[in-house]
């Protein structure tokens, strides 16, 4: 299959993206990676008269650590995510979690900021982005404004993003602790059947958990952070019981459907296993 015509323009600032946005309206759409709009458009899914690509603009493409903060700029490719130094060491679960994403040439194009603004259930990164109570920040013609990853998304690709705007940046708090990405797929390069964001941290007598965030994808058509699961590792702390009643909180609050990777029943089995498993892991390298 092939697109259908398209006009192609290649701004290289955002204030310029903006007002092409602006003045072509509804006809528009912005391209970062294009591995999931290009794929839309064969499909006829997608059938925009004109794409603004953002990849000359080479302001949203940095990683910078400041004062306990991550800033990620919204065309940062995941291939550079798996591969800076600095932030394997404030936040390795994005490296963990990009390396879940398609294969390498996916990897190579696609962005960040095309991950989380595609409002796609099945994207990893949007789950991740909740585990880790990160910020996106958006800019339109009205000037910018930041959204909690955890309100962004409103259904399967319905997001808080106005039509206008652009997803610049997205900030979150540098990790400590333990963490784990845990992700069952049919095959390698597949989106998730279930997939599970984790973050524990112990207290300072070696036992308590003073910080606990779990986020899982794919299990509805929006990613979901439960708040009481984690809550409930903070207040139990991480044990065999505790664990058991983490992973039921998450199973009470999923929405999973029947697709191609499964009926609701085996996903719910699924999505409990994996849910277990990150918590394992992440609590086992606190
Ligand atoms: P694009 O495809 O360019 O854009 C996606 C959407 O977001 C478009 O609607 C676009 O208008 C909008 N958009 C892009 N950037 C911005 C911005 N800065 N501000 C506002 N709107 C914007 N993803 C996973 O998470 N997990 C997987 O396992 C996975 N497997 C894949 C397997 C295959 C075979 C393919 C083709 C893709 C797969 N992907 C997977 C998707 C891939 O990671 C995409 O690259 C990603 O979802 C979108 O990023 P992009 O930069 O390519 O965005």
Redesign the pocket.
């Known amino acids: 299959m092939i697109t259908g015509k398209f006009d192609y323009h290649q701004p290289d600032n955002v204030q310029a993206a903006i007002a092409l946005l602006s003045e072509l309206g509804d006809d528009a759409?912005?391209?970062?990676?294009?591995?999931?709009?290009?794929?839309?458009m064969k499909l006829r899914l997608?059938m925009?008269e004109h794409l603004i690509d953002?990849r000359l603009i080479s302001d949203?493409k940095y990683i910078r650590v400041d004062n306990g903060i991550v800033h990620v700029g919204?065309?940062t490719?995941?291939h550079e995510l798996i591969n800076h130094e600095e932030l394997l060491k404030v936040a390795p679960i994005i490296k963990e979690t990009s390396l879940?994403?398609?294969?390498p040439q996916?990897?190579y194009?696609?962005?960040?900021?095309?991950?989380v603004?595609?409002?796609?259930p099945?994207?990893?990164?949007p789950g991740l982005m909740q585990c880790l109570d990160a910020t996106f920040i958006?800019v339109g013609p009205d000037g910018e404004r930041e959204v909690p990853a955890r309100e962004f998304y409103e259904a399967a690709y319905f997001t808080a993003?106005d039509d206008l705007?652009?997803?610049?940046a997205i900030s979150f708090p540098v990790c400590s602790g333990g963490y784990a990405y845990e992700?069952q797929?049919r095959k390698i390069?597949?989106?998730?059947t279930a997939a599970a964001a984790v973050l524990l941290r112990k207290g300072a007598d070696g036992s308590a958990c003073e910080f606990a965030s779990i986020a899982m994808?794919n299990l509805a058509d929006t990613p979901i952070y439960c708040e009481e699961a984690s809550q409930l590792l903070q207040d139990q702390g991480v044990t065999d019981s505790s664990i058991k009643e983490a992973v039921a909180a998450c199973m009470a609050v999923i929405e999973p459907v029947d697709d191609n990777r499964g009926p609701v029943e085996f996903k719910k089995h699924v999505a409990a296993h994996i849910t277990k498993r990150a918590i394992e892991l992440a609590w086992s390298r606190t």
């Open positions: 759409r912005v391209i970062a990676g294009g591995h999931s709009l290009i794929p839309m997608a925009p953002l949203l919204a065309m490719t995941q879940q994403i398609g294969d996916i990897r194009q696609g962005t960040i900021g095309g991950n603004a595609n409002g796609d099945g994207n990893d990164m958006l993003r705007e652009i997803l610049t992700k797929k390069g597949d989106y998730a994808t």
